[in-house]
């Protein structure tokens, strides 16, 4: 009986998005797939492009589900509270998430209060090359990575729990600033 009903149920749980905590993918020493995306930082509109991003500093990118969950407000009140440590250290933050921008426009004043920028994957080809995107949802999976300005990745975590995200991306950009990493 308890067979049958676990047969039956984790399925139904995979498919509702319930998948056991993962790891990302891309492993650390990989090369950093491009990034050229709408973006919102403070509501005003930009072209976010990793190549350029990367000439100032590491960067962190981090992929999240929808905005305005709890999760992800909780994960961008985390990295906005967290920004003068990443700027201390030379690191650009930017959120990647399948919503539209307009949709962004406002989370990046509310959630992100204007402190860093959240870009619009709305068909999920990032989110995709970065194996951060769900399997049968149109959302990406809560995952981090923290991309050298060679543009390796040094750090990459999955986790749907926010709560780790903001603090492993800033151990891993103190140890690049350290050399440290990779």
Do not use: N, W
């Amino acid at each position: 009986m308890l067979r049958r009903a676990a047969s039956v149920l984790l399925p139904l749980a995979l498919a509702a998005g319930f998948a056991p905590t993962a790891h990302a993918a891309l492993p650390v020493g990989h090369a950093a797939p491009p990034i050229s995306l709408q973006a919102s930082m403070g509501g005003k509109e930009f072209s976010f492009s990793l190549a350029d991003a990367l000439k100032k500093g590491p960067v962190v990118v981090y992929f999240y589900p929808a905005a305005f969950t709890p999760g992800c407000t909780i994960e961008a009140h985390d990295f906005a509270d967290a920004m003068d440590d990443f700027h201390a250290l030379g690191a650009t933050v930017i959120g990647v998430s399948m919503d539209p921008i307009d949709k962004l426009d406002k989370f990046s004043v509310s959630e992100c209060r204007s402190r860093f920028a959240v870009a619009a994957d709305t068909d999920g080809a990032v989110a995709s090359a970065y194996d951060a995107k769900m399997a049968l949802k149109a959302h990406a999976t809560r995952t981090s990575y923290v991309i050298a300005p060679d543009g390796r990745i040094v750090m990459s975590y999955s986790d749907k729990a926010p709560d780790e995200h903001v603090t492993r991306s800033l151990a891993a950009v103190r140890a690049l600033k350290d050399g440290k990493s990779g």
